[in-house]
T-cell receptor
Framework: AQKVTQAQTEISVVEKEDVTLDCVYETRDTTYYLFWYKQPPSGELVFLIRRNSFDEQNEISGRYSWNFQKSTSSFNFTITASQVVDSAVYFCALTQGGSEKLVFGKGTKLTVNP | DTAVSQTPKYLVTQMGNDKSIKCEQNLGHDTMYWYKQDSKKFLKIMFSYNNKELIINETVPNRFSPKSPDKAHLNLHINSLELGDSAVYFC????????????FGPGTRLTVL
């Protein structure tokens, strides 16, 4: 069975700090996809990144970066120089080959204080 | 342009009523979904449709019935609403069933009194 664990329920930082959101996943499949979504206070779900299991390259997009490590089944998300607008709930999610069922972690609520 | 839209955004109703939530996507995607987000923010899939065909029905009560009149629309009808149905319901779509990213609508907050 698939499972996504986001052990950090809430994180609070001060603006300009770097922050890493942890995501650990479980799957028996060798083919799977990992995702991060952002849910700001306004409530919508915003897609951030998708990574397939055969691509372990880290990704950087502006202040956002993702570290995918199959050896530890982790797909961590780092925000560099955080800003107040980064305040949101961030979800890590997984689908495995042969299914479109997106399994979400419980989310990490990030609060960036000015 | 809105990619995945849902109506209404808010829905407040009494127990026992029947209500519908509409979803439309203008992305040309083949697959659409309904997810439920509970009061603790936990997100779980309810249904998926591919080319108007039901693929996933994730042990949802029979009171919930999705209907897909065409590839661009997936509506959710709920009969005999219960207090526990209060949640945010998200519609989503993806180009490909198995490998593509799911893009979500803005959500519909349903409150059952």
């Amino acid at each position: 069975a698939q499972k996504v664990t986001q052990a950090q329920t809430e994180i609070s930082v001060v603006e300009k700090e770097d922050v890493t959101l942890d995501c650990v996943y479980e799957t028996r499949d060798t083919t799977y996809y990992l995702f991060w979504y952002k849910q700001p206070p306004s409530g919508e779900l915003v897609f951030l990144i998708r990574r397939n299991s055969f691509d372990e390259q880290n990704e950087i997009s502006g202040r956002y970066s993702w570290n995918f490590q199959k050896s530890t089944s982790s797909f961590n998300f780092t925000i560099t120089a955080s800003q107040v607008v980064d305040s949101a709930v961030y979800f890590c999610a997984l689908t495995q080959g042969g299914s479109e069922k997106l399994v979400f972690g419980k989310g990490t609520k990030l609060t960036v204080n000015p | 342009d809105t990619a995945v839209s849902q109506t209404p955004k808010y829905l407040v109703t009494q127990m026992g009523n029947d209500k519908s939530i509409k979803c439309e996507q203008n992305l040309g995607h083949d697959t659409m979904y309904w997810y439920k987000q509970d009061s603790k923010k936990f997100l779980k899939i309810m249904f998926s449709y591919n080319n108007k065909e039901l693929i996933i029905n994730e042990t949802v009560p029979n009171r919930f019935s999705p209907k897909s009149p065409d590839k661009a629309h997936l509506n959710l009808h709920i009969n005999s609403l219960e207090l526990g149905d209060s949640a945010v319901y998200f519609c989503a779509s993806s180009q490909d069933r198995l490998t593509d990213t799911q893009y979500f609508g803005p959500g519909t907050r349903l409150t059952v009194l």
